[in-house]
């Protein structure tokens, strides 16, 4: 399982860094080319780029990717097993509610499609 409690951990987490890094390298050309020029014009002058709903929607489809053991569905024999999973469902669910937490906090204060400097 991954040592992933909180956004701040998901974030710093070398699985998210590397999807992250994957997902906005040069497929990003090809899948968004609007926010590919806009990161390349930001990074520049040392910014982002991305807004603030991009980033958020960036850590909902990682968490997304992961495979969740729930223990009213999943069944294990031994600890191996559920090694196989990367987070438990609560810290799933939290993590959800974190996200959509900070995107309402965006959208009341108006800033959740303001770019990132």
Request: hydrophobic fraction near 30%.
């Amino acid at each position: 399982m991954l040592n992933i409690k909180t956004l701040h951990d998901l974030v710093n987490s070398e699985e998210y860094q590397s999807y992250i890094s994957d997902k906005l390298g040069n497929d990003l050309f090809l899948s968004d080319p609007d926010r590919a020029d806009r990161l390349q014009k930001f990074a520049e002058e040392g910014g982002d780029g991305s807004t603030h709903s991009e980033v958020i929607d960036d850590q909902k489809e990682f968490l997304n990717s992961l495979k969740i053991f729930d223990p009213d569905f999943d069944d294990f024999d031994d600890i191996d097993d559920i090694k196989r999973y990367d987070l438990k469902k609560s810290i799933y669910d939290f993590l959800l509610r974190e996200l959509k937490d900070v995107k309402q906090w965006h959208e009341k204060n108006g800033s959740l499609y303001e770019i990132i400097n």
